[in-house]
C-alpha cells in the first residue's frame, strides 16, 4: 500500500477549501458581520479584484473589473498595474486564472468543459 499522496487529489482538496472559504466569506458579508467601509479602503488591487469576480461568480474584462472597483471602492486603480498584478498571480497558480484575452476568472470557480 502507497502513502504517496497524488497531486491531483491534494489540488482538489485545495480548490475545495479555496471554495469553502469563498462562501464564508460571501455569508460573513451578507449577515454584516465584515466591517466594509474600513476594510475594504485598505483592501489590495489584487483583493478588491477578487472580492469583483467572486461576487460575479463570472469570468470579467479587465475594463469591467476596474469599473467595479472604482463603483464599489471608490478608487482608481491604473489598468497597467492590476493586469500586471492579476498575471503574475495567473503564472503562479494564485486564486486567477486567464480565460481571455485580459478577462480573468477564479481557479477554484472555473466551469469544465
Avoid: W
Avoid at 33 to 42: A, L, R, S, V
Avoid at 48 to 68: K, Q, W
Amino acid at each position: 500500500m502507497s502513502t504517496k499522496i497524488s497531486e491531483e487529489i491534494l489540488m482538489l482538496y485545495e480548490h475545495l477549501l479555496r471554495a469553502q472559504i469563498n462562501v464564508i466569506r460571501q455569508l460573513r458579508k451578507e449577515y454584516g458581520y465584515d466591517k466594509t467601509e474600513n476594510e475594504e479602503k485598505g483592501m489590495s488591487q489584487i483583493d478588491m479584484a477578487y472580492d469583483i469576480l467572486c461576487a460575479s461568480n463570472r469570468p470579467m474584462h479587465i475594463d469591467t473589473i476596474i469599473n467595479t472597483i472604482q463603483q464599489r471602492f471608490k478608487t482608481q486603480i491604473d489598468k497597467e498595474s492590476i493586469v500586471s498584478a492579476l498575471t503574475k498571480r495567473v503564472k503562479r497558480q494564485d486564486r486567477f486564472i486567464k480565460t481571455g484575452p485580459n478577462t480573468f476568472y477564479l481557479i477554484d470557480q472555473k466551469h469544465e468543459g
